[in-house]
């Protein structure tokens, strides 16, 4: 199993440019995530999905768009970079929504907006 | 709102010396927490995690962690660091309930002196 796959690694967008970071998992996992982590941050929910079609916002939605047509990939849009958004982003997956349930981690995908 | 308190950001200590990462959490009900690494580039792995029983949790790598409800504490601990050690470390918990979403600290980093 490759687990959790992210890309593109790395991807530099200019200001009002629109990109979308692709994740995909192998795990069967109905639960994923999209965090991002700033530097001296924890990493903050951006959005989360509870299986295909299913979609709900977290803690920092703003800015970005996903949808969930498939269980194994869960893409994250950004219609208009803004320097804010510049960050690491992390893309996670768990096998259901138990609070003990172990969340898996793509590598991340650096992104710069200038 | 839950939260999670790492109030170490670097930490140094010797190869070959003990080392304890400190977490506090706020919440109130029954805490699941975590414990995750992370390595250079690289995306988080879980070292750990708490939900119920005994308090004293091992995890891999050699560490382990102690739940303490009466000091709301769940501090990270290995009686003997490698260099391979060196890396950032998260804690975070769980909600119960509602899609295994997790709020992480701000993380600590750290250096392993040869």
């Known amino acids: 199993n490759a687990g959790v796959t992210q890309t593109p690694k790395f991807r530099i967008l200019k200001i009002g440019q629109s990109m979308t970071l692709q994740c995909t998992q192998d795990m069967n996992h109905n639960y994923m995530y999209w965090y991002r982590q700033d530097p001296g941050m924890g990493l903050k929910l951006i959005y989360y999905?509870?299986?295909?079609?299913?979609?709900d916002k977290g803690e920092v939605p703003n800015g970005y768009n996903v949808s969930r047509s498939t269980t194994e990939d869960f893409p994250l849009r950004l219609e208009l970079a803004a320097p804010s958004q510049t960050s690491v982003y992390f893309c996670?997956?768990?096998?259901?929504?138990?609070?003990?349930?172990?969340?898996?981690f793509g590598p991340g995908t650096r992104l710069l907006v200038l | 709102a839950q939260s999670v308190t790492q109030p170490d950001i670097h930490i140094t200590v010797s190869e070959g010396a003990s080392l304890e990462l400190r977490c506090n959490y706020s919440y109130g009900a029954t805490p699941y927490l975590f414990w995750y690494v992370q390595s250079p580039g690289q995306g988080l792995q879980l070292l750990l995690k708490y939900f119920s029983g005994d308090t004293l949790v091992q995890g891999i790598k050699g560490f382990e962690a102690e739940f303490k409800r009466s000091q709301s504490s769940f501090n990270l601990r290995k009686p003997s660091v490698h260099w391979s050690d060196a890396a950032e470390y998260f804690c975070a918990v769980g909600l119960t309930g509602g899609g295994n979403k997790l709020t992480f600290g701000t993380g600590t980093q750290l250096k392993v002196e040869l």
């Open positions: 996670a997956s768990s096998g259901s929504s138990g609070s003990e349930e172990t969340q898996y």
């Open positions: 999905s509870v299986g295909a079609g299913i979609t």
